[in-house]
């Protein structure tokens, strides 16, 4: 008995086989399977992958089927019923819109047609300064209302008093004149000898005051003003904004008042003749006046070698100052001053000398009454 268990044990003896555990095989079965499952589908995934980006770019295909075109729009759009790009609409949009907005820069010519700097050369056309030198050619400027009548308003308060004075009170008075030369050294060459020739003319202030003029009264002068016969003033009242620069009236603190008439100036104006019965010029109208003429043969008188060829005088500014009593209506003083330039051209030389005159009156005396 003890033999046949010995036998039974040893190794090299038949070995019962060990049975295959069956949770083994369905493992590895599961993992075939998987594999094979997972091999399918990422064929499957690939496969639909390439057919949709086939799609996306290659795609022409239309069924005509709505369904269909929408399903196949969904794959290659990737949102459903998304409109299929046409080949016309989007490639002619963008060159279409580029020309029009390319366009802008040649509406935009407005550079070209803004040359409104090349037309507001008013600058040169507005040489209106050149032209507006109308006080010195006496044109006269525009005057409102207001300014208008308060200057004839003036004047025919001057002409009342110098016309009483000069007709009907005949005052006394004393009168005197003076004048001065006023003569550039390089425009004044050919008048270097004018005022030594006529040192009677050209008195000092001085001079005039020690030899004043004694006018008597009821004595029909005319040395009253200007040299007429029967007025002292014939400036026409409807002239007053034409000739008149100025006109003021000031209440002085003695009681007395003060006018003050200054012209606008004037080129060689006209001559009053002493019985004229109008003025010949506004400042003739009011002032003393030389003519061109009379002083370019003053002046050639005086010259040697050269002669004058032609001469103007420009009277400018032309003042009368006249203090007087209201009440009365009688002048006490009166101040006349008149500045004329002369210009004269000789043969070689052009020169211009102003004169200044000016005419004091006072020691007004009516008498009595």
Do not use: W
């Not at 555990?21 to 064929?43: E, P, W, Y």
């Not at 001065?180 to 270097?192: E, M, N, W």
């Amino acid at each position: 008995m003890r033999k046949k268990k010995e036998k039974n044990l040893n190794p090299e003896s038949n070995v019962p086989a060990t049975p295959v555990d069956g949770n083994v095989v369905k493992i590895v079965a599961m993992v075939i399977v998987t594999c094979i499952v997972v091999g399918l589908v990422s064929s499957t995934a690939i496969k639909l992958a390439a057919s949709t980006y086939y799609l996306q770019t290659q795609r022409k295909l239309a069924t005509n089927i709505p369904l269909v075109d929408a399903a196949l729009d969904k794959i290659t759009d990737g949102e459903a019923g998304a409109p299929l790009p046409t080949d016309p609409p989007t490639t002619q949009a963008p060159t279409t819109q580029a020309p029009s907005t390319t366009q802008a820069p040649s509406t935009t010519k407005a550079p070209d047609t803004t040359k409104a700097p090349d037309t507001t050369k008013a600058p040169d056309t507005t040489k209106a300064p050149d032209t507006t030198k109308a006080p010195e050619t006496t044109e006269p400027e525009t005057d409102s209302p207001e300014t208008i009548k308060q200057k004839q308003d003036i004047l025919n308060q001057y002409k009342a008093l110098v016309s009483y004075a000069k007709t009907i009170g005949k005052p006394s008075f004393t009168k005197v004149t003076y004048r001065s030369l006023q003569k550039d050294f390089l425009t004044g060459t050919l008048l270097h000898s004018v005022d030594k020739a006529y040192a009677d003319y050209f008195v000092s202030k001085e001079a005039a005051e020690s030899a004043p003029v004694l006018v008597p009264a009821n004595t029909a002068t005319s040395e009253l003003l200007i040299n007429h016969q029967l007025y002292a003033c014939m400036l026409a009242t409807e002239d007053a904004s034409a000739a008149i620069k100025t006109a003021t009236s000031v209440d002085l603190e003695d009681g007395n008042k003060k006018l003050t008439i200054v012209l606008r100036d004037e080129t060689d104006p006209a001559v009053t003749a002493p019985d004229a019965e109008k003025a010949a010029s506004f400042t003739s109208a009011m002032f003393p006046v030389v003519t061109a003429d009379t002083l370019k043969e003053k002046v050639n008188s005086t010259l040697f070698i050269s002669e004058i060829s032609s001469a103007s005088v420009t009277y400018s500014d032309c003042t009368i100052e006249v203090i007087y009593n209201p009440t009365l209506g009688r002048i006490i003083s009166m101040t006349q001053t008149v500045n004329y330039t002369g210009s004269f051209k000789g043969m070689l030389l052009t020169s211009t000398g102003t004169v200044t005159e000016v005419s004091e009156y006072k020691d007004f005396n009516y008498g009595a009454f």
